[in-house]
């Protein structure tokens, strides 16, 4: 009985942790679009500045430099709120190619950038434990069709669609 109760307690824990997180990436998603807006709003507003200035044969000056600060500012908000979603989500952007991964991984999957932002040495000889694994395993047995792709130098589990290992980088 009593481990009845604490299997459901697990459950209701895994649940008000996800939506917590749901709740949470809404709000900045919300934060988002309204940022969003912000800048648009500032980009007619720098056109109908431009109109009225030629309509009236003036020149370009400090409404400009103004106008271009308040953008730079709106792009660092919305820089930081698409930074706290992916935080919420547990994901990473590859600067390379915006392809969304999950956080932690050392290297994207698709293009193979280095996410981890440390210089890494990487080693492509093959492991000598994948030749005794080799040949332990006689060749009648099948590998299941539904397993991630192994990384024959790190050992570590990818996803099948994954082109780059996200533990060490190299190509699958």
Do not use: W
């Not at 109760?5 to 988002?32: D, F, H, Q, W, Y």
């Not at 706290?84 to 999957?109: D, L, M, W, Y």
């Amino acid at each position: 009985m009593s481990e009845t109760k604490s299997g459901a307690a697990g459950v209701m824990k895994a649940v008000a942790e996800g939506s917590g997180r749901l709740v949470k990436t809404a709000k900045l998603s919300i934060n988002l679009s309204s940022e969003e807006s912000k800048l648009k709003a500032i980009y007619l507003d720098i056109g109908k500045s431009v109109h009225e200035i030629y309509k009236h044969g003036g020149g370009l000056g400090e409404i400009f430099d103004a106008k271009y600060q308040q953008i730079l500012e709106s792009e660092a908000k919305i820089s930081d709120i698409k930074s706290r979603i992916e935080v919420a989500k547990g994901i990473v952007t590859c600067p390379k190619c915006e392809t969304n991964t999950k956080r932690g991984s050392a290297f994207c999957p698709k293009c193979g950038e280095n996410l981890s932002g440390e210089e890494i040495v990487q080693d492509f000889s093959p492991p000598i434990i994948e030749e005794v694994i080799l040949e332990a395993v006689p060749q009648t047995q099948v590998a299941p069709q539904n397993i991630g792709k192994i990384c024959n130098l790190c050992s570590y589990e990818n996803d099948a669609t994954e082109r780059y290992c996200l533990s060490c980088g190299r190509v699958l």
